[in-house]
């Protein structure tokens, strides 16, 4: 069965700091990997996708992949007060549509 | 926009009792999902579905039911509620292995 684990459970960066989130998975086939943001009292929301070994760039966020390592990151650059939030992982493998989801990262961003 | 509603989005249930948590969905997605919340657990995934009138365990089926009467809705049961089955409790829905759209919630407290 799958296993996703995050790291670290709670991070504290300053505004215009770098946050950086990581998430190990279990299965090898996996092949569809998803970061979710979920604010206060709302239901998650994607944040971004990446299907491929390598960095993937959307504005101050980076997804990083390396499937060998069985590892998945997630950088956000500039962070901001509002980028506040609990962060999850989410691992696919081809042709299972159950997603696994890793126990999320709180991040807090301080002014 | 995609959009997932769930009703009610709070409840109050006493040990024992019936739960009916819905969900409806407009996004013509043929994948959806139950999922819980707890802190310090993440998602975990309770039951699923990909075509209507078929519902498939999750992880954590135990003590749940789910129906998928139509393309649109699909419920979660508690049948026999239990303190232990205090969570938040949120609905998805998505297409394969795309993203997954999430419902903001029902915040269920059994006393």
């Known amino acids: 069965q799958q296993k996703v684990q995050q790291s670290p459970e709670s991070l504290i960066v300053p505004e215009g700091g770098m946050a950086s989130l990581n998430c190990t998975f279990s299965?090898?086939?996996?092949?569809y990997f998803w970061w979710y943001r979920q604010h206060s009292g709302e239901g998650p929301k994607a944040l971004m996708s990446i299907f491929s070994n390598g960095d993937k760039k959307e504005g101050r966020f980076t997804a990083h992949l390396n499937k060998a390592s069985l590892h998945v990151s997630l950088h956000i650059k500039d962070s901001q007060p509002s980028d506040s939030a609990l962060y999850f992982c989410?691992?696919?493998?081809?042709?299972?549509?159950?997603?696994?989801f890793g126990k999320g990262t709180s991040l807090v961003v301080h002014p | 926009e995609a959009a997932v509603t769930q009703s009610p989005r709070s409840k109050v249930a006493v040990t024992g009792g019936k739960v009916t948590l819905s969900c409806h969905q407009t996004?013509?997605?043929?994948?959806m999902y139950w999922y819980r919340q707890d802190t310090g657990h993440g998602l975990r995934l309770i039951h699923y579905s990909y075509v209507a009138d078929s519902t498939e365990k999750g992880d954590i089926p135990d003590g749940y039911k789910a129906s998928r009467p139509s393309q649109e809705n699909f419920s979660l049961i508690l049948e026999l509620a239990s303190l232990s089955q205090t969570a938040v409790y949120f609905c998805a829905s998505s297409e394969s292995s795309y993203e997954q759209y999430f419902g903001p919630g029902t915040r269920l407290t059994v006393l």
């Open positions: 989410a691992v696919l493998s081809g042709g299972n549509y159950k997603p696994t």
């Open positions: 996004n013509n997605h043929d994948y």
């Open positions: 299965d090898r086939n996996s092949q």
